[in-house]
């Protein structure tokens, strides 16, 4: 069953090597292309993310060097990997590719500058999440102690996302400013929180958000981090599908999905360690739920999702 995953940290890992890891097979890339291949994964969500010591100054040319890393060593040395632009994209693939999204998460690297953004947006940015989990111009992430809500530029980002037909993402905002997202954003998700209720963590999401997320038409994305699972130290794919059962008694079941967070987190659910183990998600799934609902959380409750977009 094809899955659509909507978060890896593969272009941060590719910056961090100066670009020395193929991204066809390092063992060092969870997702990297023959581990999507393996674990039926045919659209990937690549996030730019840019490291909190970066100086200010640099961090907008840190992210289009990660968009460069995308363009030439994602795309360029594998003809399998197809670069989505556009939502329409989606329904283009053929058999044995796998499609390749940009996205941004936090904005960090665009200061205060919209063109920065809208540049950005050019190269195939099709989601952007605000803030990782500090403070930044936008907004206050989910783990800065002051727990503000979206500036004036905050609402300008949002504003050009909906001009734009861009995601906003709120999985990294505090509560107030996933609220103040609510109220403005046209399309908005979350793409890789797990439930607060089983797991109390500020990066989750309480019932009272993911019933406003649910209830405005977005979709919630499940992460694959044992932090964000429960808090015993580690967890397995049954302590995260626990995660989407609880969604589906919010009344998500036709709104929720996968986002693995591979790449970009240092611990990992058992028999989920990598791209190429997602079925043993998806089989366990099969185990609790229709194969209609399974086929909606690996991928046709996001492409419902797009096409009113």
């Not at 059962?245 to 058992?270: A, E």
Request: hydrophobic letters at 40%.
């Amino acid at each position: 069953m094809n899955v659509i995953d909507l978060h890896c940290d593969a272009l941060l890992k590719l910056w961090e090597t100066d670009g020395r890891l193929s991204y066809a097979d390092a063992p060092q890339l969870a997702t990297n292309k023959k581990r999507l291949q393996k674990g039926k994964v045919n659209v990937q969500f690549f996030a730019i993310f840019i490291e909190p010591f970066i100086p200010s100054d640099q961090k907008f040319q840190s992210a289009l060097q990660q968009v460069d890393y995308f363009y030439k060593e994602v795309l360029g040395k594998n003809p399998e990997m197809k670069h989505l632009k556009n939502w329409n994209d989606f329904q283009a693939l053929k058999d044995g590719e796998i499609g390749a999204v940009l996205t941004l998460e936090g904005v960090d690297a665009i200061g205060d500058d919209l063109t920065k953004l809208s540049i950005l947006h050019q190269l195939g940015v099709l989601l952007i999440g605000l803030t990782w989990n500090h403070a930044n111009l936008a907004a206050d992430g989910a783990q800065e102690p002051r727990g503000a809500g979206l500036t004036v530029f905050g609402k300008e980002i949002v504003a050009f996302n909906n001009k734009n037909k861009i995601l906003t993402d709120v999985s990294h905002l505090c509560d107030r400013a996933f609220w103040d997202v609510m109220e403005i954003a046209d399309y908005p998700l979350a793409s890789h929180s797990n439930s607060r209720v089983l797991c109390d963590h500020p990066r989750n999401m309480t019932d009272e958000m993911a019933k406003e997320m649910f209830g405005k038409g977005g979709v919630v994305h499940v992460v694959y981090n044992p932090p964000f699972t429960n808090n015993e130290g580690s967890a397995s794919i049954v302590d995260l599908i626990k995660h989407i059962d609880h969604f589906c008694g919010l009344g998500g079941v036709r709104q929720i999905g996968l986002g693995s967070d591979f790449d970009g987190i240092s611990q990992l659910i058992t028999g989920l360690e990598d791209a190429s183990m997602t079925q043993n998600l998806i089989n366990e799934l099969l185990k609790h739920y229709s194969e209609e609902e399974v086929r909606g959380f690996a991928s046709q409750n996001f492409l419902n999702f797009i096409s009113k977009i």
